[in-house]
């Protein structure tokens, strides 16, 4: 029951966090230098048609009065029109939606696992080999720059060797096999960094656990060790790592945004990416809160996932 | 023949710094039903020296000499997985100095304590978990089929020791260690474990190895004791013998520094420096940089332990051929007076 009125409060507490990213991220697109008609119409566009548009998006009355104007709508359930595709952002977002989703969520099923796995292997052989090498390459994974490693697998396992296509997306409810084959290099270069950084954090949090009393306790009433490692110490140190996990989420959305645009993905990054270019205030406020809401869910989940792993929390 | 016979045990720590002889030729023994203390100041190689009984130091430390008899088997020659199947939890328990940190602070006590007996023991889940219950209750918890089911920060600190007691006796070992079982208590409390402790060894019939600092609290406990000093034994000798007469003068510094409730503090005479580093000990005797009776013979060996009276040995060459046979330092008083690193003073 408390854990029940805790989510709804926490649900709650989301409005007025929203009210304060739409708000920052208003005043921020109309601070950006530069002039969306401008650019919606080439370089010398006539005064008068310039006008008749500046006109028919509100851009002459005042910015209070534009705020409003934008406020009430969202207040309506519409988070914004997009000027330059004259179409509401949020058709245009479920448009996209599909293949972000799939791209994040294949990227974070394989992200999740191999982290934690290898994490857990690494703390087992805390300073002999295997734990060197996984360091290393965890480090090396960290190091790399999604952008760059998205570029060296087009130019390796495209351009050279032909084993994957360079870009572009298909739908796995099409053609599943043709949709794998293009999801490899995007999925590859958006889940390096995040398995790298969690298997690390999973690594220290378990070798800090390995050296608690408990595990020496355990250890002299004879459980096995891989009992030990699997059992008591992983669900101790899961701990620490709840919030990464939860946070990793929102780190996908931005890789997503420059994975999308080197592998020409038509997703929700890509369009967040060319609405940017486009100073389309619709696009980038919609996406903005939309990205937001995600976070702060992702957020209410993890602070519920301590509350059930962690016996000493309980939330009234 | 003795329930456990420890005989030249060594284990060292390979350490950047050196290597750290942290037990050092220790023996001793525990007959059935005995319950031995192990007493010496914090460093003096306690803890470790239990430890290595059941094969649980970890690198660096190895234990490189002696043996472990335990019912005339040498444990220092198990394999791991031997020593793990067939002696840890179920013939040799140990309870843990910080009750709240042994305990495992993600499942309930019920889970822990049956989880051991349904590793070691052919049982059903359920039966596990009743006797469980069962051990809870003889520990003195109230409530114990309530208590199983909650979770370590829910009980206060000496329910948690009484909870890893049970977890101890859960497979009715024939010996159980207890590491400073009593040092992170209250005194109340510590007075209840201590009777607790009484209770248990006849209702389960089971010796013990009490390691602790305090002599005070050997005297509830102990029916020998064997006093450590710097990875080695300085005197060893049944309990209301080395209160009446000890005979190793760091024993009867640590008898004048110990504090009871008939002593004021200006009384206790505390024991001068500390202890040496355990990378570098002294040569010979090692509590000889800090003997008020030292001479010159107590740096060029390892004193033997020398029968000193019934039952009862201690390793100072006072006690040799060529010494004098008593440092007469217990009457006399203050160390220093006239007897520093000259030998005896008759």
Known sequence: MSLYRYTIRRLLQIIPVLFG???????????MPGNPVRILLGVSPSQQLADELIRQYGFDQP?????????WRLLQGNIGESFTRNRPVMELMLERMGPTVVL??????????????????????????GDHVSRFLGLAGLSTPNFWLGLMLIFLLSYEFSIFPASGYVSPLEDPVASARHLVLPILTLATAQTATLMRMTRSSMVEELSQDYVETARAFGLPERRI??????????????????????FLLDGSVVVEQIFAIPGMGRLGYNGLLDQDYGIIIGLNIFFAVLFLIGVLLTDLAYAYIDPRIRYD | MALLEVEDLRTYFYTEEGIVQA???VSFEVERGETLGLVGESGAGKSVA???????????????????RFKGDDLTEYSEAQLRNQVRGTEISVIFQDPMSALNPVFTVGTQISEIIEHHRDVTHEAAWSRAVELLDDVGIPDPAERADQYPHEFSGGMQQRALIAMALSCEPDLIIADEPTTALDVTIQAQILDLFDDIKTKYDTSMIYVTHDLGVVREVCDRVSVMYLGEIAESAPYEELYRNPKHPYTQALLRSTVSADRRTEDLDPIEGSMPSAIHPPSGCRYRTRCPVAFEDCSRGEPPRFDVGPDHDAACLHYGDGGDGD?????????GTGVGGTGGDR
Do not use: C
């Open chain 1, 21 to 31: 990213v739409f708000t920052l991220t208003f005043v921020m697109v109309h601070s």
């Open chain 1, 63 to 71: 910015l209070w009065k534009q705020y409003l104007d934008y406020l």
């Open chain 1, 104 to 129: 994040m969520g294949v990227s974070y099923l394989i992200a999740l696992p191999t982290a934690l796995l290898l994490g857990v292997y690494a703390a087992a052989r805390h300073n002999r080999m």
């Open chain 1, 229 to 250: 490692l699997l059992r008591h110490a992983f669900r101790n140190a899961l701990l620490p790592l709840i919030t990464i996990i939860g946070l990793q989420l929102s």
């Open chain 2, 23 to 25: 037990v050092d030729g």
């Open chain 2, 50 to 68: 239990v430890k290595s009984l059941l094969g649980l130091i970890r690198p660096p430390g190895h234990v490189v000499d002696g043996s472990v």
């Open chain 2, 327 to 335: 440092p007469k330092l217990h009457e006399t008083g203050r160390p």
